[in-house]
């Protein structure tokens, strides 16, 4: 059985902090990996991918992926209100497949 | 920016009716999955689709479901009698050629009476 585990936290960080998203995955095989930003009652939004060992950057987000130890992060810089929501870590067997997501991990940022 | 369009955004229905949710995936992709997330549960895998067929299916994706694309751009799922536990959000989701990521519309809530 394909696994992808989350804290669920809730994780509070005070506005202008940086938050620390983990995940591990249990497939070893696993190519490509995700996260999504989910608010209550909205569908996943996409707001990185990462595919090879290493760090990935893309405005305040970092996404970290170590596949010896089945791991990817994501970091958040300069939390704000606006990144309350659920992040989702995402992972897909191959190439190109259907998604098995965590149970996601609450964010909340005070002002 | 093409994004993914589903309707109805919510659909109430009686146990042991048929209910047809309607996605339009983004016009260059052609791969197709929809998803569904039963409230406070994690998003999990009903199907995927390419080329006119299914490719993968997981266990909750029984005799009870189907999945259509009747032209060049719709792409359904049916239920053919729905049980009270088949309430919850149900995402169509897209992705192109050699690329991996997907993009969700925004969900049908489907509630079953």
């Known amino acids: 059985q394909k696994e992808v585990e989350q804290n669920s936290g809730p994780l509070s960080v005070p506005e202008g902090a940086i938050a620390s998203l983990n995940c591990t995955y249990s497939?070893?095989?696993?190519?490509?990996f995700f996260w999504y930003r989910q608010y209550s009652g909205k569908s996943p939004e996409l707001i990185m991918s990462?595919?090879?060992?290493g760090d990935k950057e893309d405005g305040r987000f970092t996404a970290q992926l170590n596949k010896a130890s089945q791991y990817v992060s994501l970091l958040i810089r300069d939390s704000q209100p606006s990144d309350s929501a659920t992040y989702l870590c995402?992972?897909?067997?191959?190439?190109?497949?259907?998604?098995?997501f965590g149970k996601g991990t609450k964010l909340s940022v005070k002002p | 920016e093409p994004e993914v369009t589903q309707t109805p955004s919510h659909q109430v229905t009686q146990m042991g009716q048929e209910v047809i949710l309607r996605c339009v995936p983004i016009?260059?992709?052609?791969?197709f999955y929809w998803y569904r997330q039963i409230l406070g549960q994690k998003v999990e895998f009903l199907v995927s689709?390419?080329?006119?067929?299914?490719?993968?299916k997981s266990e909750i994706f029984d005799d009870q479901f189907s999945v259509e694309r009747p032209d060049g751009s719709n792409f359904t799922l049916k239920i053919r009698s729905t049980k009270l536990e088949d309430s919850a959000m149900y995402f169509c989701?897209?992705?192109?050629?050699?690329?991996?990521?997907?993009?969700f519309g925004p969900g049908t809530r489907l509630t079953v009476t």
């Open positions: 989701a897209s992705s192109g050629r050699g690329q991996p990521a997907m993009y």
């Open positions: 497939d070893r095989g696993s190519q490509s």
């Open positions: 990462i595919y090879s060992n």
């Open positions: 995402a992972v897909t067997p191959r190439s190109q497949g259907n998604l098995i």
């Open positions: 016009s260059n992709h052609l791969y």
């Open positions: 689709f390419y080329n006119n067929e299914i490719s993968e």
